[in-house]
């Protein structure tokens, strides 16, 4: 064969090495896919097992406000209602996103818009560092600190949805604030120098222009902070009381699905009732933690959209 033909047909090494990347990436994604796969049949099967297995009634199970899988009622059914830390779920994941997107949203807005160097040289190492704190020292901190303030000026325990409310808003504020900040400076420039030519003042050009272009980021920030809260364990289930309780105020002891479950999942028996109802829990913290992504995915599909 003519040597130049067969220098040309011969694969070189750097296309060998592109193949063998393309193939080590492919199974690198495959495996994650299978893990993630695996995570989510585990839960399931698991969670699932209290209605198929033990035919507890899955109306039942999310409106019922009786949580004592180890009990039975005068009807031989057992009382596994999670309404309580349901509602308690959400009450601390709304209320610490409303409390801390204000902060977060002014933050990141001085950081970018008002005093970009000095906001950020003071800001920007300030939010990092709340980023790295560990969860159970913020916990630790809203139940010496925290409750008692709670306990002091609105009486009861001190524990409860507000204390939680506090502790989450310190804890979600760097995620939606340093999110808040990228949103804000993916905003392109021209669009702020053609709203100053044409007269308006810098608070207008802020928050009429700005803000309003930035909304999908802003969005994003916003439910990837709840996602965060939903999600978070250790500190609530210190300060919140872990009351399976429905809250009747924001100072009274309840509990979450994550507190009942760092609770009790050590304390059962698997296979039993009361650990497949603890499974039960954890697949809705799993497919609320899917509904979140997916929001998240697509309020950034409709901003990219645009």
């Not at 090495?17 to 989510?40: D, K, P, Q, T």
């Not at 969005?219 to 009351?243: P, S, Y």
Request: charged letters at 10%.
């Amino acid at each position: 064969m003519d040597p130049i033909r067969e220098s040309m047909l011969k694969v070189s090494r750097q296309a060998k090495l592109e193949r063998r990347g393309r193939w080590l990436g492919l199974f690198c994604i495959s495996l994650i896919v299978i893990v993630v796969a695996a995570i989510f049949y585990f839960v399931a099967s698991r969670g699932l097992a209290t209605f198929y297995h033990d035919k507890i009634n899955v109306w039942d199970f999310l409106t019922k406000q009786a949580w004592n899988p180890g009990t039975k009622d005068s009807h031989g059914i057992s009382a596994v209602g999670a309404l309580p830390m349901i509602v308690g779920s959400f009450l601390v994941t709304i209320f610490a996103a409303l409390v801390a997107t204000p902060f977060a949203i002014g933050a990141a807005i001085f950081m970018t818009e008002i005093s970009p160097r000095r906001g950020m040289q003071i800001l920007k190492p300030v939010t990092e560092l709340l980023v790295g704190i560990p969860s159970v020292v913020y916990g630790f901190i809203g139940l010496t600190v925290v409750v008692p303030v709670i306990r002091q000026i609105f009486g009861g325990t001190g524990f409860g949805i507000l204390a939680g409310t506090f502790v989450l808003f310190v804890m979600i504020l760097p995620t939606v604030t340093s999110m808040s900040v990228e949103a804000l400076q993916a905003v392109p420039r021209h669009y702020r120098e053609a709203s100053l030519a044409l007269g308006a003042t810098r608070w207008q050009t802020i928050y009429k222009v700005v803000l309003r272009s930035a909304t999908p980021g802003l969005l994003t920030a916003i439910v990837f902070g709840m996602a965060r809260a939903f999600g978070e364990a250790l500190a609530v289930q210190m300060v919140i009381g872990n009351a399976a309780l429905l809250p009747h105020n924001l100072v009274s002891p309840a509990s979450t699905l994550t507190s009942i479950l760092t609770m009790g999942i050590g304390n059962t028996i698997m296979g039993s009732l009361e650990n497949n109802a603890l499974w039960s829990l954890a697949l809705i913290l799993l497919l609320m933690s899917l509904i979140f992504n997916l929001l998240i995915r697509l309020i950034g599909r409709k901003g990219a959209m645009k």
